[in-house]
């Protein structure tokens, strides 16, 4: 009798192995979908495998989640993910997906703090990641002047379905928008790709803390990147950024003009801090010497303490700053102080 129950037992063990052999078989090495919808997946730089699998799944791309972290831990694939962008499809098994993340057949692309379209065109054109003209066809083209002439901001031919775009008026292109950030990009990767990629990054960026901060000050995303371009083109300490928030602030409560130079750099596309005066008076909603308030978008792509700045500023009895050749910040509290310091420090 208790041979008998052995041999049964042993069988139904059997037959479980067999069983569980066939599942993970099935969901290791068979595709989740025949379709061959191509779908773009980005891994982020420091992201865990967990969230990696639950992406995965929810995108429609494997069948569950725990297939993919099995496998990985079995073979060790879990570990070798490499943060980048990745062209998937649901025609591929786990075990093709998880080579595909851990191939490493991806660029490096690093976008600086401040950093305007203008920048990230020509950089990605020297990178051999296409042209300018490619570059503005999907993420639009700042304004410019030259000769006597301002070419208004046009934009691009895609439209983004991202929560970030909610405020962003749809006659600007994305400036602002674009997260100053390292990224993993595969050489030859479609521009409107990369311009996600960028997108995504930003989109991660606004956290729900960001989100209710910005409601508290009854204000939009649009306006506090805006706002946050400004001070990254100006200042480069965080209490600098504070205290020119604050300064941006009054002055607007004020309705004195926020005459930022960098605004006029915009334009012009000039890297000198001197601005003749002949080039203050260009009509421009971005001229914030000629028209009050914040100018008509952000003049760059600001990075997350700039608009962190933008979210908290110091208050102070400041309304005039101008930074030295040295890179320190001069506050001055009336007009005259600030003169004075111009001819010290900029003559």
């Not at 950030?181 to 595969?186: G, H, K, M, Q």
């Not at 083109?233 to 009054?250: F, Y």
Request: net charge negative; glycine share 8%; aromatic share 12%.
């Amino acid at each position: 009798m208790m041979k008998k129950i052995l041999t049964i037992l042993s069988l139904t063990a059997v037959f479980v192995f067999l069983l569980a052999g066939v599942f993970f078989y099935w969901g290791f090495y068979i595709e989740k979908d025949t379709h061959k919808e191509e779908r773009f997946f980005v891994v982020r730089s420091g992201e865990g495998f967990f969230d990696i699998a639950r992406r995965l799944e929810e995108e429609g791309i494997i069948k569950k989640d725990y297939f993919f972290l099995i496998y990985g831990e079995i073979t060790g694939k879990g570990r070798g993910v490499i943060p980048g962008n990745y062209i998937l499809s649901p025609s591929m098994s786990v075990s093709e997906v998880a080579k595909e993340l851990a191939s490493g057949e991806n660029g490096r692309i690093t976008i600086v703090e401040g950093w305007n379209l203008r920048d990230l065109a020509s950089f990605l054109e020297e990178e051999g990641y296409g042209t300018k003209e490619d570059f503005y066809r999907v993420a639009g083209s700042p304004p410019s002047y030259k000769e006597g002439e301002v070419i208004e901001a046009k934009i691009g031919e895609v439209e983004w379905e991202l929560d970030i775009l909610e405020n962003k008026p749809k006659d600007l292109p994305l400036e602002g928008y674009l997260f100053p950030e390292t990224y993993f990009i595969s050489p030859g990767t479609p521009m409107e790709e990369i311009i996600y990629s960028f997108l995504l990054g930003f989109e991660e960026k606004i956290t729900p803390e960001i989100k209710q901060r910005i409601r508290e000050r009854e204000t939009s995303l649009f306006e506090i990147i805006t706002i946050a371009s400004l001070i990254e083109k100006e200042v480069t300490s965080l209490e600098d950024k504070r205290l020119v928030s604050g300064i941006i602030q009054r002055r607007m409560e004020k309705d004195m003009r926020l005459q930022v130079d960098a605004t006029i750099s915009y334009l012009t596309g000039r890297r000198s801090v001197q601005i003749p005066t002949t080039e203050t008076r260009i009509d421009s909603p971005y001229n914030t010497y000629v028209y009050s308030g914040l100018p008509r978008g952000p003049i760059c792509n600001p990075g997350i303490e700039s608009i962190k700045a933008a979210l908290s500023p110091q208050e102070s009895d400041y309304l005039y700053y101008l930074s030295r050749p040295d890179g320190k910040t001069v506050f001055n509290e009336t007009h005259e102080g600030h003169v004075e310091a111009k001819n010290k420090y900029l003559r």
